[in-house]
């Protein structure tokens, strides 16, 4: 099952930092198998705020690894588990494993060797994953319809300036092909243009197709850090007082709707929404863990489970 995140804009909806959470929040809350990834050329920083400094994911390191790496891999050889999971990297004790993005400095090798192979390449991934996180380019590059078009759901990544808004509506909102969800990044419940306003200006936008990450100075620094995996398992089941109560509580709320819209529409997942499920382990039962594997890094704890707007 594939979920793809998209903006209309470069760099001010917050669309990394977005993924990054929900990606985490689905494995360490929502007990899936998952993986993330990007398929940018180059302005875009997936990885530092997942790997340590002091880690040894020195440049080097990543030569072996990523989404080139199984690029060549896929045309050599048919994928199976263990060859894309010696391809991953695998974050600590959470079922969520990184693929990192290319490392090719030329645009027109990375058109030629990645952009053409990898829809291919991830469709023959998702049977080793719950769920694959997608990070890809803003606008209507091709590569990035192309995968909105394979998707189970597309994550539509605006923030409440009504300019960008308007322009999605108004240049890409009958280009972006199949299941939509708006998720609103940095969010600010203080202004006037709030979620439920939005949802009210907007037709298009519901309380069922739409969530919040909202902004957090710690999850910032966090990022900053190379600290976001710490910063999730630490928080996740946090009491109403903690600081990172409201920024968990919205996070893990609209983890649960994507998670919904996408298994609903891959017919993955039948039965109790993920909302019900999220009760039932606020009650005490949980779910079942899933293996995982690639190559480990030392973070360890638990797992948050509310439902938000």
């Not at 080097?60 to 263990?82: C, Q, T, W």
Request: glycine fraction near 8%; hydrophobic fraction near 35%.
């Amino acid at each position: 099952m594939k979920i793809v995140f998209w903006s209309p804009v470069h760099g001010q909806t917050g669309t990394t930092s977005n993924i990054l959470a929900l990606s985490l929040v689905s494995a360490v809350s929502y007990k899936r198998k998952c993986l993330v990834t990007q398929t940018h050329f180059n302005y875009n920083n997936l990885e530092a705020p997942l790997i340590e400094r002091n880690s040894k994911a020195s440049p080097d390191y990543f030569l072996d690894v990523g989404i080139d790496a199984l690029v060549r891999n896929f045309k050599a050889e048919r994928l199976n588990r263990s060859l894309v999971e010696n391809c991953c990297i695998a974050l600590g004790d959470t079922s969520l494993s990184l693929l990192p993005g290319t490392t090719k400095t030329n645009r027109e090798s990375f058109d030629y060797a990645v952009g053409m192979a990898v829809p291919k390449v991830f469709l023959a991934m998702e049977q080793f994953y719950d769920c694959m996180f997608i990070d890809t380019n803003p606008g209507g590059k091709e590569l990035s319809i192309k995968l909105m078009e394979d998707a189970e759901l597309t994550v539509i990544n605006l923030n409440q300036n009504l300019e960008i808004i308007d322009l999605y509506f108004r240049q890409y909102d009958k280009l972006i092909p199949g299941n939509k969800f708006f998720l609103f990044g940095a969010y600010d419940a203080e202004s006037k243009y709030n979620i439920n306003n939005l949802r009210k200006k907007y037709g298009g936008i519901t309380k069922a197709n739409s969530g919040v990450i909202p902004y957090n100075t710690a999850y910032k620094d966090a990022q900053a850090d190379s600290r976001v995996v710490d910063f999730i398992k630490r928080n996740i089941n946090v009491g109403n007082q903690n600081d990172n109560y409201y920024f968990m509580k919205k996070t893990v709320g609209a983890a649960g709707k994507i998670l919904d819209m996408a298994e609903k529409k891959s017919g993955s997942r039948p039965g109790d929404s993920l909302e019900e499920k999220s009760r039932n382990r606020l009650e005490g039962k949980s779910g079942n863990e899933h293996p995982w594997g690639g190559r480990q890094y030392p973070w360890g704890r638990r797992g948050l489970h509310v439902h938000g707007e």
